[in-house]
C-alpha cells in the first residue's frame, strides 16, 4: 500500500503560479508512473500531466500544454507539478496517483492521494 500526500494547494489570481508537490507517506514512489489528475466542481477527474517513472516521459493534457510541468525528484521520492498562467478554468482539486504502467487512465492507478484544492479567481 501507498499513501500519497499532495501539499502546495492554494488561492491565486489568474496568470499566477503554484508548485504542487506529492510524495508518500511512507514506501518509495521511485519505481511508479505518476500523474495528476484535476477535478473541477460537479466535473468527472480528468489527467493533466503524466510522468514516467525513469522521468523521461511526459504527458500533457492540451488544456495545459505549455503552461503545466510535470517533474520527479526520485532522490528526495517527491513528484511535482509546477502550474504557470494559471485559468479560472483550472480551479479545483488536484490529486496525484501512482500507477506501474504509464498511462493516462485513470482506472489504470492503483493509489491516490487525498487532494489540494486550487483555486483561480478571474
Known amino acids: 500500500q501507498v499513501h500519497l500526500v499532495e501539499s502546495g494547494g492554494g488561492s491565486v489570481q489568474a496568470g499566477g503560479s503554484l508548485r504542487l508537490s506529492c510524495a508518500p507517506s511512507?514506501?518509495?514512489?521511485?519505481?511508479?508512473?505518476m500523474g495528476w489528475f484535476h477535478q473541477a466542481p460537479g466535473k468527472d477527474r480528468e489527467l493533466v500531466a503524466l510522468?514516467?517513472?525513469?522521468?523521461?516521459?511526459?504527458y500533457y493534457a492540451d488544456s495545459v500544454k505549455g503552461r503545466f510541468t510535470i517533474s520527479r525528484d526520485n532522490t528526495k521520492n517527491t513528484v511535482f507539478l509546477q502550474m504557470n498562467s494559471l485559468k479560472p478554468e483550472d480551479t479545483g482539486v488536484y490529486f496525484c496517483?501512482?500507477?506501474?504502467?504509464?498511462?493516462?487512465?485513470?482506472?489504470?492507478?492503483?493509489?491516490w492521494g487525498q487532494g489540494t484544492q486550487v483555486t483561480v479567481s478571474s
Open positions: 496517483a501512482a500507477a506501474s504502467t504509464f498511462t493516462p487512465r485513470g482506472s489504470d492507478y492503483s493509489y
Open positions: 511512507e514506501r518509495t514512489v521511485r519505481t511508479y508512473n
Open positions: 510522468i514516467a517513472w525513469t522521468g523521461r516521459d511526459t
